[in-house]
């Protein structure tokens, strides 16, 4: 199932992406034989009641967009999406977690998840352009995974860790280095308003199949810059929830950014920062491709 958020006239509603056309999440559950009682209008609202049952109601959301049209809402080109989960509790995400991109760095490899944040105000849609032009001239590109929680998981082991897990999609956590090298926090570099696109759908775990071999690849202006696989990851997506939810209580929405392979602009001789008017794709496989321009600065 390939979850969305989408653009409507009474405010942004979770959606499903079918064949390439949207349909209305909450207008498809009323017929479904999984439905509780409780508000479905946003993504959010939909993993806190159905994220422990979510291959349950894959099975059975096509059949239900066929029988009832009022629920289509438009192709997929005439429907605007916005960032997947427009309010999450948190946004996580782990840095230097691909043995290549460690060792661009020259750093050692971590004995644990380098944890950072970000926060809502950081994360755009696939409709929209990347931000941070105003206050940055070293803008740098990093195709990632997120992987979204579907239940609230606390203390959870690794072996049962994927069972939190809702669904995946592109990630570019852009990141304005000259902020981020200012100081040994990284948070400033990190959270520009609108600088972290992702999407364009949330892609549940049970059409994904296993997470830990997928192709990412990253593009800019047509030119691959990144190519990996999540099988070089040093913390499996396993590990990270179950570390994560150790020491915080992870919940339904909550968004975590997996880590970046080798090949970022800072690391490349001379350096290639993003400039406005630049695009940027990100290819994962099964996962989906997320593609966005950098904007111009506003005055």
């Not at 902020?179 to 308003?193: F, H, I, M, N, S």
């Not at 997996?258 to 695009?279: C, E, H, M, S, Y």
Request: net charge negative; hydrophobic share 35%.
């Amino acid at each position: 199932m390939k979850i969305v958020s989408y653009e409507h006239e009474s405010g942004i509603r979770g959606g499903v992406l079918i064949n390439d056309a949207v349909h209305d999440l909450e207008l498809l559950l009323q017929a479904s034989r999984q439905a509780v009682h409780g508000a479905t209008t946003s993504v959010r609202e939909f993993l806190e009641l159905y994220g422990d049952r979510l291959e349950a109601i894959s099975s059975e959301i096509e059949n239900l967009a066929d029988q009832d049209p009022e629920a289509h809402v438009g192709v997929r080109t005439d429907v605007r999406l916005t960032t997947p989960v427009p309010d999450p509790s948190k946004v996580l995400c782990i840095g230097l977690n691909y043995k290549d991109h460690v060792a661009e760095t020259g750093r050692a490899f971590p004995e644990y998840p380098d944890v950072f944040a970000k926060f809502a105000s950081t994360m755009v849609g696939p409709e929209d352009e990347i931000g941070g032009a105003k206050v940055s001239e070293n803008l740098d590109f990093e195709g990632e995974l997120a992987v979204v929680i579907g239940r609230e998981a606390s203390e959870v082991t690794e072996e049962e860790a994927l069972n939190y897990v809702a669904a995946l999609a592109p990630l570019n956590d852009v990141t304005a280095r000259d902020l981020q090298y200012r100081c040994t926090q990284w948070l400033a570099g990190k959270a520009v308003d609108g600088s972290t696109p992702w999407g364009p759908a949330l892609v549940t775990l049970d059409e994904v199949g296993d997470p830990q071999n997928l192709d990412l690849t990253t593009r800019v202006n047509g030119i691959e810059v990144q190519r990996s696989n999540t099988s070089y990851q040093i913390f499996p997506i396993a590990r990270i929830v179950s570390y994560l939810s150790s020491f915080l209580t992870l919940e339904p929405g909550d968004v975590i950014a997996t880590g970046t392979p080798q090949g970022i602009g800072a690391k490349r001789n001379p350096p290639v920062w993003l400039k406005p008017g630049d695009t940027v794709e990100i290819d994962i496989d099964k996962v989906g491709q997320l593609r966005n321009t950098v904007g111009k600065p506003h005055l």
